[in-house]
């Protein structure tokens, strides 16, 4: 089945009074939101729940049955591409009108980007057009970086299927081997394993002890003033590998 909703609401959140003002009802279950398309003939029901997850079907209106032709695969006709569309424009105009874009994937990686905007007043920057979710955090003054966050497939980290977002920061190798200790941080991806970690933003580590880290990573390169040669072998590494 496609899961339709997933292509439109990817990296944003609802913002519930631009969705009250749009309109979308409170209800017990959620705030919902009803449309007609294709001239009545059918009816577009959405509702995001009080947790921010959107469930939406398309309803035959003589019927009253889900018209689930448009979630089929192999279902290419002309009227149900046409149903298709009319779903999705209505799919766009919601993402449009009611909610935030985000950084990353994950809430808890964009509630780190905001920690560290707050505490640094550093935005993360998207450097590769190949991998538009990976964004590093720069130190301003020597231009090193200091965390980097990774959308990633999780079985390249550790076991289990599907996409996560993976912090990685710098640390010091002599206390490397301990942290591992920790449930949810990993030899780092991509980067030179003997300077870097990988942090799993999954919520298995608090955001008070992800900070803290990068505060030390921070660290690291304001005050030892490494070269820049790391960083630049790094960089190549990543953009030759996404």
Same mark, same amino acid.
Do not use: A, F, P, Y
């Given at each position: @089945?496609?899961?339709l909703e997933s292509r439109f609401f990817e990296r944003a959140h609802p913002d519930t009074e631009k969705m009250v003002d749009y309109g979308f009802r409170k209800t017990a279950e959620g705030y919902r939101y009803s449309v007609d398309i294709l001239d009545q003939e059918f009816l577009v029901d959405l509702l995001v729940s009080f947790s921010g997850e959107l469930q939406g079907k398309v309803i035959e209106?003589? !019927? /009253?049955? +889900?018209y689930q032709n448009i979630r089929i695969e /192999? @279902?290419?006709g002309a009227f +149900?591409?046409?149903v298709r569309e009319a779903y999705g424009q209505v799919l766009q105009a919601v993402r449009q009108n009611c909610y935030i874009n985000d950084d990353f994937s994950t809430a808890q990686a964009n509630r780190i980007a905001f920690l560290i905007r707050e505490k640094y007043g550093i935005r993360p920057e998207f450097l590769w057009k190949s991998a538009p979710q990976h964004g590093v955090f720069r130190n301003q003054q020597n231009q090193k970086w200091f965390g980097i966050i990774m959308h990633v497939d999780q =079985?390249?980290? !550790?076991? =289990?299927?599907g996409k996560i977002d993976v912090?990685?920061?710098k640390v010091d190798p002599e206390s490397r081997e301990s942290l591992f200790t920790i449930d949810g941080i990993y030899p780092a991806y991509h980067l030179n394993k003997k300077y870097w970690i990988s942090i799993l933003l999954n919520e298995c580590i608090s955001d008070e002890k992800i900070m803290q880290l990068i505060e030390a990573s921070y660290r690291i390169v304001q005050g030892k003033g490494k070269k820049k040669r790391q960083d630049t072998k790094a960089k190549v590494r990543l953009k030759d590998s996404v």
């Open positions: @089945m496609i899961d209106s003589i !019927t /009253g049955e +889900v /192999g @279902m290419t +149900v591409g046409k =079985g390249k980290i !550790t076991v =289990g299927k912090l990685d920061i």
